[in-house]
């Protein structure tokens, strides 16, 4: 069983909404990641935080908008989305984070939230 | 800018039969991820490779590293059908975006009784 609990794991929205996708890690974590995978494509990177901070911010459009509130908790909010945003949108944690750390440890992955934008 | 290619991207097997997938990179790195993706799923950790050299094996899967030729393969042996899902191996890029994962397209197993 993972140990990245994602919510939700399916979201239906239209372009005017907004709605937000959480992450929850209790593995003492402390770089946490989203990543956006479109079908039969590997995923791609869309933002990194270590130490609860953004790290990374892979060039994502502004209607993406990341917040970590603390070390177990990462937030995706959405905001006038388009169709071609629909994707399943995974988020992932590892042991160290990046702030001049060598990086070690392996990703581990939450089950995915699957949107879907009207 | 690290670059990974996965090779073959679909894999077609018989039960029972042997193969490896082909995981290359360009540029420097020391550590590589293997791991699995079933349709609609996560993707599971299965190998992490950190040294020249290393070696991994789990059940029918076993994961090399050699870092000199930039090269990792995942082996298969004696297939079965419970392993067909998509394999993406991941590459530590220490460059442009240091820390990140650069991921291969992944191949598409699929084992066939």
């Known amino acids: 069983d993972t140990e990245v609990t994602q919510t939700p794991k399916h979201l239906v929205m239209g372009m005017t909404n907004k709605k937000s996708l959480k992450c929850e890690q209790h593995?003492?974590?402390?770089?946490m990641y989203w990543y956006k995978q479109k079908a039969k494509k590997p995923p791609e990177l869309m933002f990194v935080?270590?130490?609860?901070?953004?790290?990374i911010n892979e060039s994502v459009p502004s209607r993406f908008s990341p917040e970590c509130p603390n070390s177990s908790l990462l937030n995706l909010h959405l905001h006038a989305l388009q169709p071609e945003d629909s994707a399943l949108y995974l988020c992932?944690?590892?042991?160290?984070?990046?702030?001049?750390?060598?990086?070690?440890?392996?990703?581990?992955f939450g089950e995915g939230s699957r949107l879907t934008v009207l | 800018e690290l670059k990974v290619e996965q090779n073959p991207l679909f894999l077609s097997m018989q039960e029972g039969k042997n193969y490896t997938i082909y995981c290359n990179y360009s540029?420097?790195?020391?550590?590589l991820y293997w791991y699995r993706q079933d349709p609609g799923k996560s993707l599971e950790s299965l190998f992490v490779?950190?040294?020249?050299?290393a070696v991994k094996q789990e059940g029918r899967l076993m994961a090399s590293l050699d870092t000199k030729a930039r090269l990792s393969t995942l082996h298969i042996t004696a297939a079965v059908h419970d392993l067909s899902a998509t394999y993406f191996c991941?590459?530590?890029?220490?460059?442009?975006?240091?820390?990140?994962?650069?991921f291969g397209k992944g191949t598409k197993l699929s084992v066939k009784p």
């Open positions: 992932a944690s590892s042991p160290r984070g990046l702030a001049g750390v060598v990086y070690t440890g392996e990703l581990f």
């Open positions: 593995m003492g974590h402390r770089a």
């Open positions: 935080y270590s130490y609860e901070k953004l790290s």
């Open positions: 540029t420097t790195s020391d550590r």
């Open positions: 490779l950190l040294s020249n050299g």
């Open positions: 991941a590459v530590a890029d220490y460059g442009g975006s240091q820390g990140n994962l650069i």
